[in-house]
């Protein structure tokens, strides 16, 4: 898991933050697609994996943390769970390493607004992704009550 930190120029008349520049050389794989996201207040979206692909996500508006738990073999943080704050008041790049189960919740009172810069093109035919019922015993992570998704 990587980050890179944005940079928000504001002034009178609003603001401006660059999401994505392949010259920062933050990340070995090109930029060859993105699409944008919501989540609701206290929704989540997940558990989700890759296996193909990472995810590249920057929080626009509103905040989502994202949790994360590691079953690849030969991984140093096997077994591992993590829990990470994005939101826009801290914008930053992050990048989930392919084979890690996340889940993106959004612990605000506002719609968060998120672009995902995944390493690969969506398939829509046979998209790369494998679920996992939030409430699965296979991951060691309870979400607070009442929140829910999928
Ligand atoms: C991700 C994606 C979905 N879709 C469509 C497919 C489907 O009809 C609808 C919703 O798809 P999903 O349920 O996969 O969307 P969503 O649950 O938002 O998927 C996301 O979940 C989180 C946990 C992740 O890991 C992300 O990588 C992404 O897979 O949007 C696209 O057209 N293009 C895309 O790039």
């Known amino acids: 898991m990587r980050f890179r930190s944005a ?3 504001f002034d009178d008349r609003g603001s401006v933050c660059e999401l994505f520049d392949e010259r920062w050389s ?5 930029l060859v697609f993105s699409y944008m996201f919501t989540l609701r207040p206290n929704k989540v979206k997940g558990w989700g994996k890759h296996m193909l692909h990472e995810d ?3 929080v626009m508006f509103g905040e989502m943390e994202v949790v994360m738990y590691d079953t690849r073999e030969d991984s140093p943080t096997k077994g591992l769970l993590a829990r ?10 992050m990048c989930i390493p392919i084979g890690v189960w996340h889940a993106n919740f959004n612990p605000g ?5 998120i672009v995902n810069f995944p390493t690969q093109p969506y398939d829509h035919g046979n998209p790369d992704k ?11 992570y309870q979400f607070p009550p009442g929140v829910n998704g999928w």
């Open 7 to 9: 940079v928000t120029h």
């Open 26 to 30: 933050w990340h070995d794989e090109p």
């Open 56 to 58: 590249r996500y920057f």
């Open 84 to 93: 990470v704050h994005l939101s826009e008041w801290e914008r930053r790049l």
């Open 109 to 113: 009172t506002k719609d968060a607004v």
């Open 130 to 140: 494998f679920r996992l019922p939030l409430d699965t015993d296979q991951i060691p």
